[in-house]
């Protein structure tokens, strides 16, 4: 089977199945079973695909019929400059969610004693390219689940700007015993809304409701 007799197989599969984004899905599912570029499927279709890689391609391919997601399938999703790991258990990247990382890109600036919480991390997708762009900032990356924090700590250890400390296990609706000198703290509580983002302020060595006030000054967090 060519590359464009397999393209064209998985396409008329996913169509059939219902799935919207049929002819892009397509061609993701045949470059990641195939190991091609996109160049080389545009340019060279008549290629023959190698009975491994069509018999990974058809998997794939019923996988996305079935419904799962594209993005689980790939193993990896664009965002911003960066490429994340995602998989079951993790929320997938999204577009949108890059005017969130823009606007703090905004409100940093000039605030070079702030520290930045993305709470419920997951990818790490905002906190890793607020921490790259913003590098001399503190960034913490709080996660609870075990599938997620196995994703966030794999794409983590590309990044030397950041160290062990900066990733924190814990249940942030339940309390963070980490960032408090009298025991749990409930962040949540410690959320502040201001302008449509989450903000909260944060001394050195707690977190604390008198403090809500100097949240748009001292801190931002990610919910």
Not at 126 to 133: E, H, L, P
């Amino acid at each position: 089977m060519t590359l464009i007799d397999a393209f064209k197989s998985t396409e008329n599969m996913l169509m059939d199945a219902g799935i919207d984004d049929y002819r892009f899905d397509s061609e993701c599912l045949l470059i990641k079973a195939a190991g091609k570029t996109r160049r080389d499927v545009l340019c060279h279709g008549d290629d023959v695909l190698s009975e491994h890689d069509e018999k990974l391609l058809l998997k794939l391919a019923k996988r996305r019929a079935l419904g799962e997601p594209l993005q689980y399938i790939l193993g990896e999703w664009d965002f911003c400059e960066f490429t994340f790991n995602v998989g079951e258990g993790v929320l997938i990247p999204r577009p949108e969610t890059e005017m969130l990382v823009e606007n703090a890109d905004l409100f940093l600036q000039n605030r070079e004693n702030a520290v930045v919480y993305d709470l419920c991390s997951g990818s790490g997708c905002i906190g890793i390219t607020v921490k790259n762009r913003n590098p001399s900032l503190d960034v913490y990356l709080m996660e609870k689940y075990p599938a997620a924090l196995s994703y966030l700590r794999k794409k983590m250890r590309g990044f030397t700007i950041f160290r062990t400390k900066n990733i924190i296990e814990c249940d942030v609706l339940s309390g963070c015993s980490r960032f408090t000198e009298g025991g749990p703290y409930n962040i949540k509580s410690a959320v502040y809304k201001i302008g449509g983002t989450s903000l909260f302020a944060k001394g050195r060595s707690d977190l604390s409701r008198k403090r809500l006030s100097t949240a748009a000054k001292t801190g931002l967090c990610f919910t």
